[in-house]
Every structure is written in C-alpha cells, then in structure tokens.
C-alpha cells in the first residue's frame, strides 16, 4: 500500500470512527482514535453512543466489509453469544403493510447487543500494532496551518486536564450526528454545509426479555417498518441465546410509553402481534429505557466551494437517518471501505473532495429508502419529487407482490441490506414479477398460490 503520511487522527470511537480508523491503518505510519468516554470493561453501553441501548442490526453488506476489514470477525460475535442469520430467511420484515414472503438467501446479517458489535470491532482494531486509542480524550476544536488552508491536528483536553495540541497529517471527524466541524469550519472561515433535514420526530422505547427459542416461530428478528395507516415501528432482536430486545416508537410524537401495561397496548397495536406475544408473556430483564430521534440529517460537504485539506467528516457526521431499516453501521462499513480506496487510488491528494463525492452514491441509496418511506407519512414536511413519488408507489406494488414471491422479497432485502443497487429492482424481469402478482392478487389467490408454488 502507498504511504500517505505518518500520522493520521480519527475523532470518535464508535462504529464509525473505528471503521475509519482502520481504513487509513493501511495508509499512515501511526493512527490515534480519540474518545471522550472511557470504554467500558465489558460490552455495556456507554454515554457517548446512547443509541447503544437500543434494537441494532448489522446488515449483510456492513458484516461482509467488517469481515474483510477483520477476517473472523463474525465468529468471534457468534462465539461470544451473538448469532449469524440470513438475512431473508430468518428475519421477519414488516412493511408497506404487509409481510414478506420468508425465502433463504445468502445475505448474512449479525445479530448481538450494540455494544458487543463495537467492542469486537474495537479490540480487532486496537490490537492492530499502529493502531492505539486515548480515552477520555475531549476534541475541542481543529489545528490549522496559519493560512487555515490546511489541518494540522486538534486541541483536546485528556482526563479533564489542560488543553493541549495533538499533530497529525489527517483528522477525520467521526463524531457522530452532534459533530462540531460545522461549527469549527466556520471559525476558520468556511462556509458551512448545506444541511438536509427532514423532522420526523420518532421515539424509541426499548426493554429486554428473556428469549425462548420457540418466539417467533424460531425466528430471530423481526422488524416492522411503519407504514400507514399504521405508521407505529417495532423491532424484535435476537441479543443472546436467552435475551431479546424489543424497541417500538412511532412518527411525530406517537411514542410508545415507558409503562408495563401501556408498552403492552402500544406493541399490540402494531400490524403484527408477534411483539406483543413476547412484551405480554416474556419476563422482562431490564428497565425501559427511551431514545428520541428528530429528524434524518445529512450534511452536504460535497458541495463546498472550498474546503480544508487533510480534513475529512465521517459517518452520522455527514449523514444520519431513520434507523428503522438499521442501515447506519453499514455505511459507515461502506464509507470505510471507499476511504480505503480513495488512499490507495491516489494517496492523499484531493482527498476530501475524491472521499466527499465517493461516498455520495453510497449514502443516497439509504438516504432514499428511509427518506422516501417517512415522506409517505402525510404529516413528515418535505420535499415530495415525482422520483420519490414514483419509487414509494412502485416500492409498495413490489411489497403487495413479495408477500407471496420469495424471490420478489429477497430482491427488494438486497437492495435494503445495500447489497445491490436499487435499479435492480427496476430490471424487467423484476417488474414482470411485479406486475403479475399484482394481478393475481386483484384476481384472488388461485394464480398467486400457483406463482409463489413456483418460486
Ligand atoms: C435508535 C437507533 C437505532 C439504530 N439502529 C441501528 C441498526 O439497527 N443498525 C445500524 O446499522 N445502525 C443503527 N443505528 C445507527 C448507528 O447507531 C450509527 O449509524 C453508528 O453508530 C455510526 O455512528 P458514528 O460512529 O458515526 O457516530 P456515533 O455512534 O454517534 O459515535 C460518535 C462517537 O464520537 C464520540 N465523540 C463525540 N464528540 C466527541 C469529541 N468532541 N471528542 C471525542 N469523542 C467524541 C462519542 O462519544 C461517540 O463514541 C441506530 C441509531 C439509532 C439512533
């Protein structure tokens, strides 16, 4: 690999930042991951990433970049008490109402607590020989050269001590949605980014339950994505062998409270009563605990005039959006793996413009799918294009033919799971399937029975 400098430094030490640290491992003599929380001396959660307590899932295309970042990764998960799934095959999906027709595939998800994700990932990484991490490192602002043209490292304070310079020939801001560098940038004279937002105000309550590996019908996930008339989300994931954790919430302030009997109401009024069988019957484990969520966010950094050189802005730094398709670890996974290829392409030249633009097409497939789900919620303001217009009635045409065609199902997860590029949906021999089950469930079952028999 071609060298790009002696000494790179990633703020931000949860899934993104330790992706990215790992990319540039290959590129820079020396890397230093700075984080503001201590790590924990088990795979608990931590103050820094609240939405650790929350339902997460790793996705085919996130797991198949780690794995390659770190070979064995998934089986050190699974030898812990995490557990491999087919993504398609034994998962349940909920969405535009209906439920997707259960077909194996070689997709290959992770499922395990956030926090047990992140730290296998953390302990491959800091076990790297040029690799070392400061905790409780607090980054308060950029070095720049004295033309600002340029960054030259961060200020930081260390265990609550004074503040003191940190030098390095890359800075990479994986600090997460509350990330400063608009903020910074503009002290040193940027412009800031344009930033996309759309409020959809989603809340989250969540509570763990002893597993039984009959729930489900052994199954183990499932994930309800709201839709209307029901726009109510829920999701329901393996944790360990005897563990589930249940997260449900809604759109706009419709949360799900944090109260036995009225979290049971809330999951029995979901379009499914597989979560509700396991908050009524299960035995809890853990408090409730609740996230808010307000809004999908993307900052536009690609479109700068100007911009510092040797600065780059990294995962829900630059984009962060409705979690119910748990798509966010796998960009970050994908904008790791595109970093990686920009060094090696042509070092560190250019590098923030070649990475801003490079990871754009890997963020607007998310950006859509989960945007353009929420813009169908009537109530969500934004921008409604003929494109998402077209894409959301198509989507729910696909939906109401996948209930019945396996295959129709496992396309439409390929492209959810980042797998394969949305056009693929758009390939006529999808649209065909589309079509004619969409006939066949105006003319009744017979000829769907007889399509989904064939499939
Ligand atoms: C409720 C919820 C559920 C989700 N479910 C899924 C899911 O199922 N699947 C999925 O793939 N994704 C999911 N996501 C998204 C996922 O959590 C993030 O995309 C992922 O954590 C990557 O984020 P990140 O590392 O960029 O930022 P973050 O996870 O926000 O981490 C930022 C890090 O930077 C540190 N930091 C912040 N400021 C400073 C500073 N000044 N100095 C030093 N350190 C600092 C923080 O302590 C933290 O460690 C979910 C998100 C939410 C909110």
Partial sequence: MKRSGEHAIVIGASMGGLLAARAVSEFYDNVTVLERDAFPASDVPRKG???????????????????????GWTDEVVASGGRRGDIAGDVGWIGHGVTLKSAPSDMVGVLASRPALEGHVRRRLLALSNVRAIE???VQG?????????IQGVRVRINGGAEQELLADLVIDAAGRGSSSPAWLEGLGYAPPEEERIEIGIGYTTRL????PTDLRGKVALVVAGSGPNWRNGAVLYQTEDCWIVSIGGYLGDHA???EQMFAAYARSLPTSDIYDIVSHAEPVSDFVSYRFSANLRRRYERLPRFPKSYLVFGDALCSFNPVLGQGMTVAAQEASLLRECLAEAGDTDLARRFFNAVQGAIDIPWDIAVGND??????AGPRSAKVKFINWYIGKLHRAAQYDGKLATAFLQVANLKAPPERLLHPAIVLRVMLGNLARGRGDAATTKMSAQT
């Fill in 136 to 138: 409780n490192c607090t």
């Fill in 209 to 212: 339950y002893r597993r039984h």
């Fill in 142 to 150: 950029l070095v720049a050269t004295n033309d600002n043209g340029a």
């Fill in 375 to 380: 813009l169908r919620h009537p109530q969500v």
């Fill in 257 to 259: 409270p944090d109260d």
């Fill in 49 to 71: 990433v609240p939405q650790g307590r929350h339902a997460h899932g790793l996705l085919a295309r996130g797991r198949d970049v780690i794995e390659a970042f770190f070979p």
